[in-house]
Nanobody, 125 residues
Framework: QVRLVETGGGLVETGESLNLTCAAS????????MAWFRQAPGKDLEFVAA????????YYGDSMKGRFTISRDDAKALALLQANNLRPEDTAVYYC??????????????????WGQGTRVTVSS
């Protein structure tokens, strides 16, 4: 049974940083791409970042470029998201996802078949 558990969310002030962690279990971690999505109150799910199964390729949502960094630790089966210079509009529940995207379709939620329960990030102004 695949399980993804996100940790690291919390309340921060504008300009501060957070490190989110997704711990995966249940299947061979290194075979899968990993991604982060987020959902703000009253809004649709939004792509944040993704990393290929090799770790060589990363993708970011437009508003995250230059502020967020996704990485993976295959030995520990972890997907990591470093979020810097946080803004109030980054407030959301952040979800970890795992899958095998077709081609370069890493930004589509439909390409991921396993999801965590989410961790809440609140950025105060």
């Amino acid at each position: 049974q695949v399980r993804l558990v996100e940790t690291g969310g919390g309340l921060v002030e504008t300009g501060e940083s957070l490190n989110l962690t997704c711990a995966a279990s249940g299947r061979t971690f290194s075979n899968y791409a990993m991604a982060w999505f987020r959902q703000a109150p009253g809004k649709d799910l939004e792509f944040v970042a993704a990393i290929s199964w090799t770790g060589r390729t990363t993708y970011y949502g437009d508003s995250m470029k230059g502020r967020f960094t996704i990485s993976r630790d295959d030995a520990k089966a972890l997907a990591l998201l470093q979020a810097n210079n946080l803004r109030p509009e980054d407030t959301a529940v952040y979800y970890c996802a795992q899958g095998i995207p077709h081609g370069t379709q890493y930004k589509l939620r439909s390409e991921y078949d396993s999801w965590g329960q989410g961790t809440r990030v609140t950025v105060s102004s």
